[in-house]
Every structure is written in structure tokens, then in C-alpha cells.
């Protein structure tokens, strides 16, 4: 099944549970009429002093990083350049774990912590390579141009594709 196929799914499923929405589409405040929620958005979070807690703050490192992704391969795309080099190198970085650290594209900041909630490492780089896909999936989805979709729905299923195998590598 590809990330195409499954970010489908997963927009069926949206339409029961609408916190789905900012999973699929973390880059647009609005989506099918519907606020989309995040934590720095939610008046809940915003009253509530505390800290984030991990998850959500990789959550949301991993939006912001895909985000500026997208947006510098929209530049380059627009400067006449090819994306599909910084696509590649932000696929090598995120689909190839370096000494048990987090993966992550070495040209963009990566999350300020180095602990997480009690995930294994093997589950956490899946998480963080799935969540990648599915963000680079919804840019191939919503960009009109043909080059821009085609680079981004590759790199959606190579980091698909990855944390898939880095998913099963440890059963």
C-alpha cells in the first residue's frame, strides 16, 4: 500500500474523528470548513501554563521541519532549480538513523531535547519518519504543480517505506 493510499484511508477515517485532519494536513489552519486544532492553537493549551508535553513537541518539530521542507522546495522549484536534490538529502537524513540518535535532515534544527516519553527507539524513528511521510504526502496532494507533487509523493514513501522496515526490524 502506498502513503497515497493510506493517507486516503485515513481521510475516510478523518471525517469520523476530525483530529486527523492535523495529522493529514499540518500545514492549513483550515481544512473542510473545520478549525484544525494544534497545541500552541488550542485555548486549552494556552491557559495551561505547562510545558508540552514530549510527543507533542516532536510533533510539532516534525511539522514545522517538513513545513520549511515544502517551502524551501518550492524556492529552489521556483529559482529554476531542481528539488529533487534537497528532497533527496532530507530523505537521507530522515530514512538513515545515525548511532542510535533520532534521524532527522541535518540542514534544518532539530528538536531541543534528547528524551522522549517511553518509546523504544525503533518505534520512535518509525513514528517520526511515518508522521514525515504523511506530511510530505499532503503537500504531493494539495501542490498543483507536476514536478513539486512528484518529488514530495516520493519522499513520502521512501520515509514510508522506511518506517515501515525500521518498524518491523525489531519484531
Known amino acids: 500500500m502506498s502513503v497515497s493510499q493510506t493517507t486516503r484511508i485515513l481521510e475516510l477515517i478523518a471525517h469520523l474523528d476530525p483530529r486527523l485532519w492535523e495529522i493529514l494536513y499540518p500545514h492549513q489552519p483550515v481544512l473542510a470548513g473545520q478549525a484544525v486544532r494544534s497545541a500552541e492553537s488550542d485555548p486549552e493549551t494556552r491557559l495551561n501554563p505547562q510545558p508540552l508535553p514530549p510527543r507533542d513537541l516532536l510533533r510539532l518539530a516534525i511539522q ?3 513545513n520549511s521542507v515544502a517551502v524551501a522546495a518550492v524556492a529552489v522549484h521556483a529559482a529554476g532549480q531542481s528539488v529533487q536534490k534537497v528532497l533527496q538529502e532530507v530523505g537521507d537524513d530522515w530514512c538513515t538513523p ?4 533520532l534521524p532527522w535532515p541535518r540542514h ?7 528524551r522522549f516519553d517511553p518509546i523504544d527507539h525503533d518505534t520512535l524513528v518509525a513514528a517520526v519518519q511515518a508522521q514525515a511521510a ?6 504531493a496532494n494539495g501542490v498543483a504543480d507536476k514536478q513539486l507533487s512528484t518529488g514530495f509523493a516520493a519522499l513520502a514513501d521512501r520515509l514510508f517505506k522506511a518506517a515501515a522496515e525500521e518498524n518491523t526490524s525489531d519484531r
Not at 545515525?98 to 540518535?101: A, H, L, N, Y
Not at 534544527?109 to 534528547?114: I, Q, V
Request: glycine share 4%; hydrophobic share 40%; aromatic share 20%.
Open 64 to 66: 514545522r521541519t517538513a
Open 98 to 101: 545515525v548511532d542510535g540518535r
Open 108 to 114: 534544518w534544527p532539530a528538536p531541543p531535547f534528547s
Open 134 to 139: 504523511l506530511a510530505f504526502q499532503s503537500y
